[in-house]
């Protein structure tokens, strides 16, 4: 079975900014010196409505929302932390540290899955924030539905016991590793130093430092016949861990990454993805230094059958 979406959805920022709440553990955010605030959002909102307008030439549905002025949410850009859908007809609603990015989640959208497509049930698992247990989506989680697999590096916004709960429930396989930067900080997201394609892996793999832990994972994307595409630090931070695969309505496959990404590949690492892919750059660049995320973080799948009519 085919397990890419060909749908997606994205929320139209409305007070995109800097966020200090998640400052401490992303350190992928960068504060831009001199640009105001107003200007911040201009240019992120510009962004945004280029990426939907590239998206949508090349015949990829896209569903975007617009946020809401108030309460202040500078990261509803990234739904997919919060707001997961699977192939089945199911919904996952999913705790966040941030208490600033828990007000992202609104039962406006809920409904409006509900009532175009098929949703047999929705989970929310808001209630382990008061436990202080966070699993935040396919950010902590990047999820292979062909072989069952949940892979997702250890933070403080991705709980292994939680991960595996939620795995076992799916009846997934879960794979979970500790993934640093050169200073031991954590990487706060498993999706900015790994994607998966249907037949590629891209992975920062000097990110994992323990040689058994490394050794386990590269064995699993081996036997699930992934092609590793390994990136550098560097290459990580520009965000080319940070991509998502696609297809169109005419079932055309893309990988979609930010031109920051793009620019940072080599021509080899090129060469793997587009073997079967097409590589779809899409320049973000204050949504990316400003958020501390990329175009990946911005789309959320669509796993859900349309209602008829």
Known sequence: MDYLASEIFMI???AFGYNTET???NAFQQIQPGMLKQQVLENAI???DDFVAQLQSQQIEVTVFPDSKEPVKPDAIFPNNWLVTMPGG???IFPMQAENRRIEKRASIIQFLQQNYQVNLVTDYTHFEKEHTFLEGTGSIIMDHTNKIMYACLSSRTDKNLLIEFANHKKY???YFLSTLQNGTPIY????MMNLGEKYAVICLETIRDEDEKKAFQHILN????RIIDISISQMN???GNMLQVKNKTGKKFTILSQSAFNCLNEEQKSLIIQDSTLLPVPIPTIETIGGGSVRCMMAEIFLEKRNG
């Not at 997201?189 to 900015?192: E, Q």
């Not at 036997?223 to 992934?226: E, L, S």
């Open 173 to 175: 396989k879960p794979v």
């Open 238 to 240: 520009a965000f080319a």
């Open 189 to 192: 997201h498993t999706n900015v």
């Open 23 to 25: 400052a401490g553990s």
């Open 46 to 48: 510009r962004e945004f």
């Open 12 to 14: 139209r920022p409305a």
């Open 90 to 92: 199911e919904v996952y």
């Open 223 to 226: 036997a699930t016949n992934k």
